[in-house]
């Protein structure tokens, strides 16, 4: 089964998926392509910087782009398969043979033809910045997929593990499910939970999350291309939305003993 991948150009969240997957996965389906995004897509850096600091405060992000800065040294030196750490998905892809390319917008018509001229089984996405539009979805004959880091339809939206651990949850939910044109409102394909372990960071459980999350991304894969797939309604009554918490929430977070890193 050829399975094509969106996501965005991000090492410190978003790559452990990928390790996790591709270490463990790459024999058993066939990437066609990995395409990522600039990561948030289109938020301005002076927005996203001024929210970083809300969620980390000042030393927490100076310890977030001190780590960016070494993953970025460190993501130009070679890297055989199979090793221990990678630095970039570039890295990663180079490693494993997969090819890799940058995505301006996945919406714009030169994407969708050139997805419809690979016409991958799955196109699944992982944290990609974008809302994807019908003529991507529609390509996958399998297909589109995607995984959010929470139960749904209760957690919809941005930053879902910053918003369950906000509220106190005990444990936090994963959910793997088609793609339909409004976020977050696809039938569900699976859904699982992560304990949250004593006193973890923000910073290690989104970690942790994702490569749970690869697991679970292989069982529907398994499922699809047996056709035994299950999927099912979300009551979208019971929904709620988020969306990047505000400078009072990120307060509120680290005031109730929480740690986001």
């Known amino acids: 089964m050829r399975i094509e991948f969106l996501t965005q150009d991000d090492p410190l969240y978003v790559l452990p998926f990928f390790e996790q997957f591709i270490r463990s996965y790459s024999a058993e389906f066939e990437i066609e392509r ?58 990663l892809c180079r490693a494993y043979g997969i090819t890799c390319e940058t995505v301006t917008n996945p919406n714009q018509a030169e994407y969708v033809s050139a997805l419809k001229q690979r016409a991958p089984d799955v196109l699944v996405s992982v ?15 399998l297909g589109s997929v995607n995984i959010h880091h929470a139960p749904l339809p209760r957690y919809k939206g941005m930053m879902p593990t910053f918003w369950q651990m906000y509220h106190s949850e005990k ?66 009554d019971k929904g709620t939305y988020f969306t990047f918490p505000t400078r009072e929430e990120a307060l509120a977070f680290r005031q109730r003993g929480l740690r986001a890193i």
């Open 127 to 141: 944290a990609c910045p974008y809302i994807l539009k019908e003529p991507v979805l529609q390509v996958a004959a």
């Open 171 to 236: 444990s936090v939910g994963l959910t793997v499910h088609y793609m339909a044109a409004k976020v977050d409102e696809g039938d569900a394909l699976l859904s699982d939970q992560l304990e949250i372990q004593p006193r973890e960071s923000l910073d290690h459980l989104i970690q942790r999350s994702k490569r749970h999350g690869a697991n679970c991304m292989a069982t529907v894969l398994r499922q699809l291309q047996a056709r035994t797939a299950q999927p099912s309604k979300l009551e979208l």
């Open 34 to 91: 990995i395409g990522f995004c600039r990561v948030m897509g289109k938020r301005s850096r002076k927005q996203l910087l001024r929210e970083l600091m809300w969620l980390y405060g000042f030393w927490g992000l100076v310890r977030l782009c001190l780590r960016l800065a070494v993953f970025r040294c460190l993501s130009v030196l070679p890297r055989k398969r199979g090793g221990s750490r990678y630095y970039s998905l570039r890295q």
